[in-house]
C-alpha cells in the first residue's frame, strides 16, 4: 500500500480513460490517424515505449506514411509538444508545493522551540519528529530587549483614551437600548392589539386554541362538530398578527362568503327571492369575520347536502341543473336553489313593504333548510352521546339528510289543508244556497307539542323542529244534513314517499237530526246509501266520494218525502204517485211512465265524473284547489195543464250562481206534479 501523501492539495480524480468495450475500442481506434486498419503491432508497441521512455516516438511504417495524410503527421506532432509542457508545468508546481510544505514545517517547528522553554509539553505536540529525536526542547528563548518607557503623561492619556472609549461604548449602549425600546414599544403596542382581538372572540364563546401543525400560532374553531368529516377539517382556521396589529383571519375555505339563495320560478320568471346580506367588509371586527366564516361554511355544507338529497329524490321532481337544484313544485311554480357569493352583482331583494308573498315563501323554504341541517347536527350529537342498541350502527350510512323533504312535506301539508279547506268551503256555499242551512264544514288541526319533557327531546326547539320531519295530521268535521256527517283525517308523511293521505269516518248524527223520542237515535245515512272506503290516497279521491255521498243523501230525502207523499192518497186512487230509487241511488223514478222524475247530481270543475275518476294529468287544477263543486238537479214532470206535454228542466247551483227556488221546493213540487217554473 503506497504511503499517503503528505500534501493536502490534490488534483481532482480522473476517471480511467481506456476504453471499455471493445466498439469503444474501434470507435477510438477509426478517430486516429489512418484509421482502424491502418494499425500495426510493431508501430503500436514503438509509440508504448517511447511513452514509457519520454523519448519521440518512432516514426511509422511505411504503409503507415501512404495511407496517413500530412495533417495526421502535424497533429500527433502538436500532441508530443503539450504532452511535455504539461509534464513541465506538473514538476514546477509540485516543486513550489514542496517548497512552501518545508517552509511550513520549519517555522512550526521553530515555533515550538521558542514554546518548549515555557510549556514543553503542548511544544511536544507540534514539533517535526526530527527536531525531537535531537532532543532540542527547551535551547530556543525569547526576550523583550527594552520595556516601553512609562511616565505620568503617557499614563493619563491611557486613563483618558479608555475613557473616552468607555463614553463611546456607553453611548453606542445607551442608542441601542432605546431602539430596543422603541422597538418593545411598537412590538407591546401591536401584540396588545392582537390580543385584544384574540380575548374578544375567545370571550364571546368562541373555541380558541393551537393550531395542530403549528403550534406557535392561535386558531378559532368556527364550524360544527357535527358536520360531516370534509367539513370538520375546514372549521379552524389560524390568527395572524398583521403588520398593524390587527389579526388575519387565513380561512382559505371560506375566502368568499357564501350563501345559499331559493328562489321561486313561475312561467320561467323569477317573482320572488330570499333575502341576502351584505357581505362583511375586510376591515370588519373579528368576531363578525369570524362569524361571516362560520355562517360561509355553514351554507356551504346545506348546499352540499341539498346536492345530495337530490340526486335521491328524482322521482319527486327535484332535478339538477348545472349549478342549480330545482324543485317543481306545479307545473308552473318552481323552487330554485343555488350558492352565491355575496356581492357579486346579484339581484336584490325585496324588502319591507314591497315583499310579495313569493318573497315571503322562498324566505321561509330558506330559513327551514338551515334550521333543518342545524336539527340534524343536534341528532348526530345526540347518537352520539347516547348508548344505543347494539344491533344498530351509530353511523348514517352516509345517508343524506331530510332537507328538501322536510321542506316538501310542510308546503305539501299546507297545500293538502288549502286545497281541502277551499273544496269544502265552495261545497258548504253551495249546500246552504241549495236550502241546506245545517251545511258546514270545521278544520282541525293538532297543536304541535313542544313539551321538553320528552324523553326523545332535549329542548322545546328540537320538539318543534323534529314537527317538520313527522307525520302531521288534520281534521275535517263536514255536516251535509244533521243525519249524514263525515269526519275527513289528513295525514302527511315523509317516508318511504312523499303524500298526503286520507281517512273517512262516518259520524252521529247531530242534535238537530229529528228523531222519534220512543226509537232509539238514528245512524248516518252514509252507512247504508254510500260507505266511504278505509283509504284514499289523494283528496281526488275524497272529492269523488262526496260527489258521490250528497246526491245520495238528497235522493234518500226526495225518496222518504215521496213516501210520504204516496201515504196521503189511498192504494186505488188514480192520484196516487209512487215512486222508487234508481239503482245509482241517485234519482228517485215514478212507477207510472207520465210521472215525474228527479235526478241529483255533484260536479266538479276539472273532472270529468264519466271517465271513470277524474283526469290525473290535470295537476296544476289539483293542486291549486280550482275543483268547484256545483250541484245541478235534472227534473222531468208532466204539464200542470193536462195536455200531456212533458217538462223537462235543469237547477244548477254553484259558488257564483242561486236558483229562485230551493232544493226542497224543487224535488217537492216535482214529486206532486205541480211544479211551476
Request: net charge negative; proline share 7%; charged share 25%.
Amino acid at each position: 500500500m503506497p504511503p499517503p501523501s503528505p500534501f493536502s492539495l490534490r488534483p481532482w480524480p480522473t476517471g480511467d480513460k481506456k476504453p471499455k468495450t471493445m466498439g469503444e475500442f474501434i470507435a477510438r481506434a477509426n478517430a486516429g490517424p489512418g484509421g482502424f486498419r491502418s494499425l500495426n503491432a510493431d508501430d503500436l508497441r514503438a509509440q508504448i515505449e517511447a511513452r514509457k521512455t519520454g523519448t519521440t516516438p518512432v516514426e511509422p511504417s511505411a504503409e503507415m506514411e501512404i495511407d496517413a495524410a500530412s495533417d495526421s503527421d502535424e497533429e500527433g506532432d502538436n500532441q508530443t509538444m503539450t504532452t511535455e509542457a504539461l509534464r513541465k508545468a506538473r514538476d514546477e508546481v509540485l516543486k513550489n508545493i514542496e517548497i512552501a510544505h518545508q517552509s511550513a514545517m520549519m517555522t512550526q517547528d521553530l515555533v515550538s522551540l521558542l514554546m518548549s522553554k515555557e510549556n514543553p509539553t503542548t511544544a511536544k505536540t507540534t514539533i517535526s519528529p526530527h527536531i525531537a529525536s535531537l532532543k532540542l526542547i527547551g535551547t530556543l528563548g525569547a526576550d523583550k530587549l527594552a520595556a516601553p518607557q512609562v511616565n505620568a503623561a503617557r499614563i493619563l492619556d491611557g486613563k483618558t483614551m479608555a475613557t473616552g472609549w468607555k463614553l463611546i461604548e456607553v453611548d453606542k449602549t445607551v442608542d441601542s437600548v432605546m431602539v430596543a425600546a422603541t422597538r418593545l414599544q411598537k412590538e407591546i403596542s401591536l401584540e396588545t392589539a392582537y390580543w385584544a382581538e384574540v380575548l374578544g372572540v375567545s370571550e364571546k364563546g368562541w373555541s380558541v386554541c393551537r393550531l395542530p401543525y403549528e403550534k406557535q400560532t392561535l386558531g378559532v374553531r368556527f364550524g360544527f362538530s357535527e358536520s360531516t368529516p370534509e367539513f370538520q377539517k375546514k372549521n379552524l382556521a389560524p390568527m395572524r398578527r398583521k403588520a398593524d396589529g390587527s389579526v388575519d383571519l387565513a380561512a382559505a375555505s371560506v375566502a368568499q362568503s357564501q350563501r345559499v339563495r331559493v328562489s321561486i320560478e313561475r312561467d320561467q320568471t323569477i317573482v320572488g327571492r330570499s333575502a341576502l346580506p351584505s357581505p362583511t367588509p375586510p376591515d370588519a371586527p373579528l368576531e363578525a369575520r369570524v362569524l361571516e366564516a362560520r355562517n360561509t361554511i355553514f351554507h356551504q355544507e346545506l348546499w352540499h347536502e341539498i346536492n345530495r338529497e337530490a340526486r335521491t329524490l328524482l322521482a319527486h321532481n327535484v332535478r339538477l341543473d348545472g349549478s342549480t337544484v330545482v324543485v317543481e313544485m306545479d307545473k308552473s311554480t318552481k323552487a330554485v336553489f343555488s350558492l352565491v357569493t355575496l356581492g357579486e352583482n346579484e339581484p336584490a331583494a325585496s324588502t319591507g313593504s314591497d315583499r310579495s308573498s313569493e318573497d315571503v315563501l322562498a324566505e321561509t323554504v330558506s330559513s327551514a333548510l338551515s334550521l333543518l341541517l342545524s336539527h340534524a347536527h343536534r341528532l348526530n350529537m345526540r347518537m352520539r352521546s347516547q348508548p344505543g342498541p347494539p344491533h344498530l350502527r351509530r353511523s348514517r350510512l352516509g345517508q343524506p339528510y331530510a332537507l328538501i323533504k322536510g321542506v316538501m312535506a310542510y308546503l305539501e301539508y299546507e297545500n293538502s289543508v288549502g286545497n281541502a279547506t277551499r273544496f269544502m268551503s265552495d261545497l258548504t256555499v253551495v249546500l246552504q244556497s241549495a236550502g241546506y242551512p245545517h251545511a258546514s264544514y270545521t278544520l282541525t288541526e293538532p297543536s304541535i307539542t313542544i313539551s321538553s319533557s320528552s324523553a326523545r327531546h332535549a329542548s322545546s326547539s328540537e320538539a318543534l323542529l323534529s314537527s317538520l320531519t313527522t307525520p302531521r295530521e288534520f281534521q275535517l268535521e263536514l255536516t251535509m244534513t244533521p243525519k249524514a256527517r263525515v269526519l275527513i283525517s289528513g295525514t302527511t308523511i315523509l317516508y318511504p314517499n312523499l303524500l298526503t293521505s286520507y281517512t273517512v269516518r262516518l259520524l252521529p248524527p247531530s242534535d238537530d237530526a229529528d228523531a222519534p223520542e220512543d226509537e232509539p237515535p238514528p245512524s248516518n245515512v252514509l252507512r247504508t246509501l254510500f260507505p266511504p272506503a278505509e283509504f284514499y290516497p289523494n283528496f281526488r279521491e275524497v272529492m269523488l266520494w262526496i260527489a258521490g255521498a250528497v246526491p245520495r243523501v238528497m235522493a234518500d230525502e226526495a225518496e222518504e218525502f215521496a213516501f210520504k207523499l204516496a201515504k196521503l192518497t189511498p192504494v186505488d186512487s188514480e192520484e196516487r204517485r209512487d215512486f222508487v230509487k234508481s239503482i245509482s241511488g241517485i234519482a228517485v223514478h215514478g212507477t207510472q211512465p207520465d210521472q215525474s222524475d228527479v235526478k241529483f247530481e255533484i260536479r266538479l270543475s276539472g273532472i270529468d265524473l264519466k271517465s271513470g275518476g277524474g283526469r290525473e294529468s290535470d295537476a296544476e287544477k289539483r293542486l291549486s284547489g280550482q275543483y268547484t263543486p256545483e250541484l245541478h238537479v235534472f227534473g222531468k214532470w208532466s204539464a200542470p195543464s193536462g195536455n200531456g206535454d212533458v217538462l223537462q228542466h235543469e237547477w244548477i247551483w254553484s259558488v257564483d250562481r242561486k236558483e229562485s227556488m230551493s232544493l226542497e221546493e224543487v224535488y217537492q213540487g216535482l214529486l206532486r206534479g205541480d211544479l211551476v217554473l
